[in-house]
């Protein structure tokens, strides 16, 4: 959360403009963004598969004050949509995401208010916490989110897809941590869940650090993202084979992994065990399980059963 | 835990029955289970190590109600027994482990009691915790435990392996986390220990949600197996040979080093370093302690020398 | 920490000499520690990097009480001293650090103390804190620490690397938690920090209870070190190019940067998101952000703008 | 959260009547309740309180549907309101609540759905969790909530009341934890915060596991209310009394100390101490400090000085 | 857990005599210990409340190493015996108890063994892992426990009584947490249970650090206890009374109600909060939620409905 | 942590003065501080018993910065002086305290640095940590301290005996969290610590929130002190007979003792319990037991006995 207070900074810094290089050339795709959306294209791959889209290709999906809300209303509504089973997010055009749009957010949101420090301090929390709600939300998602990342994931990309389930990319991404690059932090989610993403924790300190890029190859060696792919069409096609796998199991079975995956890593091990007893004293009651188990003992795949909305 | 409901289940699916090709072929090795274990095979490669042989080779070494509590009594007793100074675990025949014995566990204890949803569910929570406990053992015996998994490791097998303190595998292994594909989320150990054991999150998700098969390379590369072997003798000399490194050294420094690894797991670095000062102002005064400095002061291996029991 | 009860132990071994082949010869660099450091070499590369050299070749950097104060005193000091932005720690001579140094912490401050066993293990206690807290004053220094590691990094090393902030290496550099060697469980951090700082559990298990030498192209691939060079000299050279990467950068995001990566790691998500907005509060209201900001909108290195002192 | 299960029950128990004498007798108070509200009147004794009265006196201040929703938008305005500074709760009519409204929720919102036990469990926790807030609110709006309780706080009411900073009571006053006596363990706060509000764990234990009525005198010697009044307008002028002493003071100050008394009541010591610094790097940097501390230099209340929104 | 190095003790000090004195007159009440148990006697006020009494009057109740394990083996039937719904324990004869019998202790189960000072210390932990356990089991235990303390309650009964759900005395009892006298930190249980059972936390330790005795009125007004009585048979009333009103409510209530304020004491709100919806997701499917919500609307008690066993 | 934001206020607010009034009379007692202390007067009442007095009567003992690193001094020291087997505070003249001396905080050490808002908090921060170890030591020192308050204990003397692990007061003492009025958020202890020092939640928040004063009688029922006396010479004699109590007892189990209480405050149940097995499986090793066991059977006092120094 970066530029709260790039108010008194712009007039300090008033002869500032921005380069007309960074305004990138439009590369959207055919769609354009599913209304209401701005910012997010929205799709049904299939009946129970949400592809939800960055679509600012002309910005390079950089995320402006629009998409900030725009993704709490998203996944709000795919956590309630029964139909949506699991979801692939993916960015239009020529790269996954730029990260914060600055110049958006100078201009709209950003506007730090109070009357001493300590106000400007308290409102600033606000609206972190607010931007933190943004990529938290995916977590607490109960379908799992597969995310395919191509060209660059930049900044508040990064934060973005540590708090998605399933990560793949293809073989020209690359992804830089920036924050310390602007002079702040990362405060929405990197420095507290890349740490627990990947294994090296020497290479999450250097990337925090250094701002340095990390390209496709390490990012598969360090755990970052768990395949790689060709290119980018390759890649959804794989993203969409893997939520396929996903879709067409329990969903009973599929959220309870998902939600018990999280407070796991919260936990200790026994605090872990002891919830998903608690959990499964309920939900081993489904019929998906004699389903499935049926399926199993027929060898077939779980996917030729059909299971009830959840 | 997976079938406590199966008795309403094969009631409405009447008709289901179990195809007699998942009968596996027998493929006992000569020597059987070692009595009072139906199920497991103990022996003695040499004093200080203790074999225990996953045992039903006909049947897969699938985990049937035995299975569940001779594990139990096995690891409780070498937890008592001061010769044991670490453990190997492997399967006979001609996989590691198909999981759990789905037939054998209907038949048997799990029969869901109750006369509301509410009772059911308190009975199903008490069997899971008994089934937890199968695999706890494994992390409370302060032995090290050494498993080398060939051919298949899946289902429960998974969660079993994670509860071990060092995992090796053949060439020809493979892993699949496989209760999503029985309709349920698993819940005797692998959701909570596998985020902990490898490095890669969002490969751990992958595998939970999507019940794929890893196989060796991949295990080793992701971390869940610290060693890959060209076939089971190779591996089992190897896993032997690890045994012997661990139990020729102070048993006081090996059992404190497997308690405080798996402390600090659970604990922030601040309580993980408080803790095992703590434990250490008794442990350092051990007669082991100038043994073990003496060999290496004379350039030997501490194996050289011999430590008390513990 | 291993000596404490050498003393009676030297009385009942007492024909036990230090074999002459282990006085290593003499391999100092040219300068020697800076005073008033005597296992300390101090330099500045640059203004902002300050560079920690283990300087006790001639006994390959073995660890003596000396050096066990000096490292707090050297730290603290950094930790104060504004004008380092980051640190680089490396040992002079033919290895990084042959570890302790069992001889001379036999005959200097290693002195049971005590009329009965708990109040020589009440003094074990209190000594186990004070070289605990050796390590950890790298990771309450708020600049970062880069370690280069060359050679041999045993025991003690590798309890100290593990509290540092990025590894690297060379390409002949082996590692070894030599403890359970000494007939101890190492308890001044490895047990505590390497599992939180390499994905692969199974390793780290494997390493801590075997005491086998790592060399370093397992140790890029399990995470311990983020990069490995062909020789000390290239090493250095990355190393300080990676410390002015750092040192560039707006040191409010810098250490903000290490400090939230540190609390992360033991805490959950959402502890470490609500900490971080507390602290971003304040934080974001830094020059160094437009500064920064001003940098990346002219498309230049933050590197290219001053910050002030922090 | 009780009633899920009511709908399946009421067509069991048919012939199942409220008995005429559980409706009140109207005591509702001149005013009303505020639109948009239906269940609470909104009033402001004085600029900066708010004043939050439960007004449904003909029904004793029962919690019905509307009432759930009702006190989330209610206090998720206060907390943005920035002229409200504290808040006063009491209730309108003979008595503070009688807790949940059962024949309303049986009636409006409680529908259990789902196709087998695990969906319809999975819907009853998102109705708990959806409960929870309504009281959770209190605790995340950073302004204090003074509750004044009168007559009788039976059930959800001890549920709501626990999650209040300040609680009074009139001598009249009696308090019930009544869920035991509907068959459920409380499920909307009462069981996590009862015991971190008064002293005596027996008390706790034995108040919840026998619905025993507690009276003002065992109110006040177990700490659960800091003062009782002799009547409901003794209390009202002293809870404005107190809200008084609050408003008029610091609003960085008061609030701050609210957020750090609650952060303290879920975390270590050490923890809370490190939060509270960080707090506080920026909270004084305030204005308030200097006017409070003048006011205090100059032997006058705090209350004698403006302090600027927050 | 104090004894275990008496070994060497006794041998040092073989002078030492029991003083006769303490050897207390026989005051058995007519019964005599249930077999198979000779320190407990059990018994059925009613069919769904047991009465544990300790049963040695003539030696004070003691805490001998038989009732160490009897304790385990009695708490662990009652987990599994579905008619005990509620748990009394008191003590026969002059008093409840005085604490562990020192004089049996160092005769049988105490005896110190190991090679060196870490050997012994790796045993005694074991032991006092053991002797934890006797007083966990009540806590483990989900059917509530009621302890009804008459004339004293020294060291060792302190530790039990805390891991008690609800505590009632006579007005002659005191309690004394003796450790300090005996020269170790109390072990089993009290000074990690007493600081969550009693509010004042200067209290806690003027009575662990002192040793002085408490009495009942201070009990009381601590919160130690909830009830004092005139005398023991008062006592024993009230005792079966309270264990009444819980008996006769829903099972499902009372021991849901039980094991989450246990979990909220060792957990945040946020935590607890979500364990209970997760709880009750499956437990609010309970016909005794039905039939104690009818028993409600009609007026009467729910003990008035009979439910079925858990 | 008050005033670092003083400097730029007292240019603000120049006419500021402090009234005459505020200067108190000198009270002081005969000695005067104690070399090289000069705000504490240091004594032995007893070989094994310190008294730390606070001295500045004159100025009611407000503590000023050198009081603020005297303490830090002082009880480093007593932790380190085995002869010191227990400590009591107390204050000199009139009142125990009048909390933190304003006018000094802001000519000496408060002087906020930094060139942004970021900067001055990085410095705030770091002094506030600063203050808190001021009162951490206390909680540090191993030895149990006795804190004796009479006349007034306001605001960072509420911090203060919060840190203290016994409390007494005489009956004219009143006390005051006075932070509030000040314009700040309580942050040297009192908002984490006074939560877990009394049972009563609604009083905490209440005192915190509105700064009023408690009186001696609230103070006993509440907890916060274990005992009232009627006048100061009453206390001191009481406070040394307490201490004089503490001290003749073995120092292993008193001092084990302290650590334990302080360590089971932070942690759970399951945590404390094996934390003080680890703890005393070589704390039981001391023949202070065998000491205070024999006492004990002869009937004597534990005091009676002579122990070795710690």
């Known amino acids: 959360m970066l530029a709260v207070v790039f108010r008194s900074a712009v007039t300090k810094y008033k002869g500032l403009r921005l380069p007309s290089q960074t305004v990138a050339r439009a590369m959207s795709s055919s769609g354009g963004a599913t209304p209401p959306y701005t910012t997010l294209a929205i799709s049904r791959p299939t009946e129970s598969i949400t592809h939800v889209e960055l679509h600012r290709p002309e910005k390079r999906n950089a995320m402006n004050s629009a998409f900030w809300s725009e993704m709490v209303t998203c996944f709000n509504e795919l956590s ?22 600055l110049m958006d957010m100078m201009n709209s949101v950003l506007q730090p208010e109070g009357d ?22 995916i977590e607490k998602c109960p ?11 930049v900044g508040a990309g990064v934060d973005m897809i540590t708090a998605c389930d399933i ?24 420095l507290q869940r890349l740490p ?7 290479l999450v300190n250097e990337l925090a650090l250094t701002a340095r890029k ?3 190859d390490e990012a598969k060696s360090s755990g970052l993202v768990s395949r790689v792919f060709a290119d980018k069409e390759a890649m959804m096609a794989g993203a969409l084979e893997i939520a396929g796998e996903i879709a067409g199991r329990s969903p ?59």
């Open 80 to 101: 309630e949509d029964a139909q949506c089973r699991v979801v692939v997010v993916s960015g239009a055009g020529k790269l996954f995401t730029a990260g914060i749009d």
């Open 143 to 153: 379908k799992p989110v597969v995310v395919a990342i191509h060209g660059a994931c």
């Open 214 to 216: 990390m390209y496709a």
């Open 252 to 310: 009973v079975a599929v959220q309870g992994t998902k939600i018990n995956l999280i407070y796991a890593r919260n936990h200790s091990v026994a605090d872990g065990l002891d919830y998903i007893a608690t959990w499964n004293m309920s939900m081993l009651q489904t019929e998906d399980l004699m389903k499935s188990a049926q399926a199993a003992l027929e060898k077939k795949s779980p996917k030729t059963k059909t299971y009830s909305k959840l």
């Open 196 to 202: 627990k993403v990947i294994g090296s924790q020497s």
């Open 167 to 190: 990560r793949l990319c293809t073989q020209d991404a690359w992804f830089q941590v920036k924050e310390v690059d602007i002079g702040l932090a990362a405060d929405v989610g990197t």
């Open 116 to 137: 001493d420090t300590a106000r400007i301090s308290w409102g600033i929390k606000k609206k972190i916490k607010k931007l933190q709600e943004t990529f938290s939300v």
